[in-house]
Nanobody, 128 residues
Framework: QVHLVESGGGSVRAGGSLRLSCEAS?????MGWFRQAPGKEREGVAS???????????YADSVKGRFTISQDNARKKTVYLQMNNLKPEDTAMYYC?????????????????????WGQGTQVTVSS
């Protein structure tokens, strides 16, 4: 069982930045950030292989060049999502997820069904 706690959400104007944090209670192979806007499906935003500080990442096309996922070098169980140049369409509840299954020679997944453990979410609101 892995318990995840997100923090760092808030309200910003378009063009602004936020950094989300997710702390896991235990080992994970990969961790990801997902978001869900009202009336929409939960979608993958960014993911990272955390096992052995591998560092491989994957991003949704909609956030490439604006969002960066990273793992804390000292606190290996903490993952960040740096969000720059935020847009109103980034407004959503953001969820951290983790999974334990080893996926050798693959980029970390962005599909919801690939993740077993989920946090409670943190709200991000971007105004125009």
């Amino acid at each position: 069982q892995v318990h995840l706690v997100e923090s760092g959400g808030g309200s910003v104007r378009a063009g602004g930045s936020l950094r989300l944090s997710c702390e896991a209670s235990g080992y994970s192979y990969c961790m990801g950030w997902f978001r869900q806007a009202p009336g929409k499906e939960r979608e993958g935003v960014a993911s990272i292989v955390t096992y052995n500080a591998d560092g491989r990442t994957a991003y949704a096309d909609s956030v490439k060049g604006r969002f960066t996922i990273s793992q804390d070098n000292a606190r290996k169980k903490t993952v960040y999502l740096q969000m720059n140049n935020l847009k109103p369409e980034d407004t959503a509840m953001y969820y951290c997820a983790a999974d334990l299954v080893v996926r050798a020679n693959r980029n970390p997944p962005l599909e919801r069904y690939e993740y077993t453990y989920w946090g409670q979410g943190t709200q991000v609101t971007v105004s125009s």
